[in-house]
């Protein structure tokens, strides 16, 4: 049986993806490096490094330290702020023959408002992603996220939803003690999608300075550490709630990828692997042909939350 490139497309809210696999945010620089070494193709949406109201030079160096099978970063949202992005970087993106979701962060309620009513002017622009899960960008008021509270969740989304109809995802963080209820706030509020997890909190010391590693002291854990937290945080959020699901954390290759769309994901981000190796998404999607055929099924969405639970 040969499997048609139209069996591995996915829906998630108005958007149509020719493949499940999507360039998580932060981790696919602004693309245009990455010519000749990735296949797009492969990818069915690319989601930016998160942009803000205003630019931001990001935290102190270091801002990347490997750990046993982990990733810390603290980049700290470096970016040029959307006016700069929208008029030198989109240009670039819009050429692709891609959908490009942009990737927004905030610190206030009004910069994310102010942001959603500048993106929606916007052509071509196929979805929003939300990040109100940055480990690495205080908050005004405090240190936490927007996504680690259920209200300030539902608030936030809700007054943003009253702007766009474009498609919203909303990306949480897995820091929190119930992410099944932080999804159902989002979902309330009019989110189109979700998209989890981003980074788990952690931090590296030198024994010999006795010095925290990162500039920032703490910073956000990707990477093979995180994959069984994140598969968990898919777990406990597809059984909860209806939206389409962009979820990830760890996926590294083809058995990862399997593990998170039977789980109940209807779309994959692949981020620190990315860093790893540019051709990591050419090697899952055809993985996932290869158990498809094997295992007789006709289109990716018969895979799609197929676990079998013993009860
Ligand atoms: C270097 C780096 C930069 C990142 N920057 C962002 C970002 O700007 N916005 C965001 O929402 N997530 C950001 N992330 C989080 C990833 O998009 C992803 O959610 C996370 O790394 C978990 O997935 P992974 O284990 O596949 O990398 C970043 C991750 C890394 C490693």
């Known amino acids: 049986m040969e499997l048609m490139q139209k069996n591995l497309s996915i829906k998630i809210g108005k958007l149509r993806l020719s493949s499940p696999l999507i360039a998580a945010s932060g981790t696919f620089g602004y693309a245009k490096e990455l010519d000749g070494l990735v296949d797009f193709n492969c990818f069915g949406a690319l989601i930016t ?7 931001l030079t990001g935290n102190k160096p ?26 030198e970087k989109w240009p670039y993106f819009a050429e692709l023959n891609l959908p490009v ?26 979805a929003i992603e939300v990040n109100i899960s940055c480990p690495n960008i205080a908050k005004a008021r405090g240190a936490t996220m927007f996504s680690q509270d259920a ?13 766009t109809k474009k498609t919203l995802i909303v990306k949480l963080t897995p820091n929190v003690t119930d992410i099944a ?14 998209s989890l997890v981003n980074t788990y909190f952690g931090m590296s010391l030198d024994i010999n300075s006795r ?3 990162l500039g920032n002291i703490i910073g956000g854990l990707s990477g093979p550490a995180i994959k069984p937290l994140s ?24 058995k990862d990828a399997l593990e998170f769309l039977i789980c109940g994901a209807d779309a994959l981000s692949l ?38 639970c013993q009860s």
């Open 181 to 194: 209820q932080i999804a159902a706030s989002a979902a309330k509020a009019g989110a189109d999608v979700l």
């Open 62 to 87: 270091p801002r990347i330290v490997e750990t046993p099978c982990g990733l810390l970063n603290s980049i700290g949202l470096e970016n040029p702020g959307i006016n700069i992005f929208l008029e």
């Open 101 to 126: 979701i942009i990737s927004i962060g905030g610190k206030t309620k009004n910069e994310f408002i102010r942001l959603i009513e500048r993106l929606d002017e916007v052509k071509n622009l196929s």
């Open 231 to 254: 598969l968990y945080a898919l777990y406990q959020v597809q059984k909860t709630v209806k939206l389409p699901i962009i979820a990830g954390g760890g996926i590294m290759d083809t």
């Open 151 to 163: 209200d300030e969740t539902y608030n936030l989304i809700k007054a943003l939803r009253r702007i």
């Open 49 to 55: 490094k998160t942009v803000t109201l205003g630019p």
């Open 271 to 308: 981020g620190t692997v990315n860093l790893i190796n540019t051709k990591a998404a050419s090697e899952i999607l055809q993985g996932i042909k290869k158990y498809l055929q094997k295992n007789k099924m006709s289109s990716i969405r018969r895979l799609i939350g197929s676990l079998r």
């Open 211 to 213: 010095k925290p590693i």
